[in-house]
């Protein structure tokens, strides 16, 4: 199994940047996938993720600013006005569905990637 993020880097303060996420080794179909970040002094906060109803859920701060989506075995996150307060490495996970078809990877991950800096300066 492999969760494999790219896409990180250096932008000011109001660019924007698109992560990617490229999951291999597991049915894909069968998990939730999520976006979470680790920021400096904070331990690991879930940013943006996909249900099992096919819904969506972000955190309050990204609401309005960033946007997932998933294609096939990519996951990406669209991030618009980023803020210095974004800046932090960023971590694909994937959770896989109960039984009943549900999931929701802000509770549980099976999976996680390598993580993919993002740095935005003032």
């Known amino acids: 199994v492999q969760l494999v993020e790219s896409g990180g880097g250096s932008v000011q303060a109001g660019g924007s940047l698109t992560l990617s996420c490229v999951a291999s080794?597991?049915?894909?179909?069968?998990?939730?996938m999520a976006w979470f970040r680790q920021v400096p002094g904070k331990g690991r906060e879930g940013v943006a993720g996909?249900?099992?109803?096919?819904g969506t859920i972000y955190a309050e701060y990204a609401k309005g600013r960033f946007t997932i989506s998933r294609l096939s075995n990519t996951l990406s996150l669209q991030m618009d006005i980023l803020k210095p307060e974004d800046t932090g490495t960023y971590y694909c996970?994937?959770?896989?569905?109960?039984?009943?078809?549900?999931?929701?990877?802000?509770?549980?991950?099976?999976?996680w990637g390598q993580g993919t800096q993002v740095t935005v300066s003032s």
């Open positions: 080794g597991f049915s894909y179909a069968g998990y939730c």
């Open positions: 996909t249900l099992g109803d096919g």
């Open positions: 996970a994937a959770a896989r569905r109960r039984s009943s078809g549900t999931c929701n990877p802000f509770i549980y991950a099976n999976y």
